[in-house]
């Protein structure tokens, strides 16, 4: 389902690129998801594959029994959990990530809410296939808690992106954003309540952006 803005929203979102046509595909790719939390992108990426266009085939968390995680079964899907607190570096979790993934044969990989910091590792074995949903303007606010880094900047505009993910942090190539009013009295929770539902709209687009880049 394209990812486009609701003028009725009083928080519409300014999408770049403006709303479009979705990408025609000639191939249906695969699409492997990570996610560490609530799992609402990972919902959202569900509902747009619901059209057809791609498959998720395998659903990993780092948190057993999260909200994401919940969702995939109660959806019946593929799940599994790489708990990185079994692991002795990030590299060892990235390569039980990487086995997963190779496992289920997947195209590209889609990190929903993933609170971790990839490596290299992963990154050489999907390269310019994996795609990051961040809660600011990149180039602005990388890492963690951008929310809040926005917030204490005093800006009046933040927003969301979703990009290629690269080996140094929040820089890859960028595929979609999103432009969020940030409202006077704002806090952490009610702009990322807004921030939120844009990254919604705008993670299937990028996929399908990043698929159509690949020749799917």
């Not at 770049?16 to 959202?44: C, D, H, I, T, Y």
């Amino acid at each position: 389902m394209p990812a486009f803005s609701d003028p009725s929203d009083d928080g519409a979102c300014v999408q770049w690129p403006l709303p479009q046509e979705w990408p025609l595909l000639s191939r249906k790719p695969r699409l492997g998801v990570m996610a560490s939390g609530a799992g609402s992108n990972f919902q959202a990426l569900v509902e747009s594959c619901a059209g057809g266009w791609a498959s998720i085939d395998l659903l990993v968390v780092n948190n057993g029994g999260c909200g994401a995680q919940q969702r995939a079964l109660e959806l019946g899907m593929a799940n599994q959990v790489v708990d990185h607190r079994l692991h002795s570096n990030r590299e060892s979790v990235d390569r039980a990530l990487i086995d997963a993934f190779k496992a289920a044969a997947v195209d590209l990989v889609v990190m929903a809410g993933w609170m971790r910091i990839v490596t290299p590792v992963l990154i050489g074995a999907f390269p310019e296939r994996i795609i990051n949903i961040h809660p600011s303007l990149l180039p602005s606010f990388r890492g963690v808690d951008a929310v809040g880094q926005a917030l204490a900047a005093g800006v009046t505009l933040s927003g969301c992106t979703a990009h290629l993910v690269s080996e140094e942090v929040d820089a890859g190539k960028i595929l979609v954003q999103a432009a969020v009013p940030v409202d006077t009295g704002d806090d952490r929770a009610s702009l990322t309540a807004r921030i939120q539902s844009q990254e919604h709209r705008i993670l299937p687009l990028a996929v399908a952006l990043a698929a159509q880049r690949l020749g799917y």
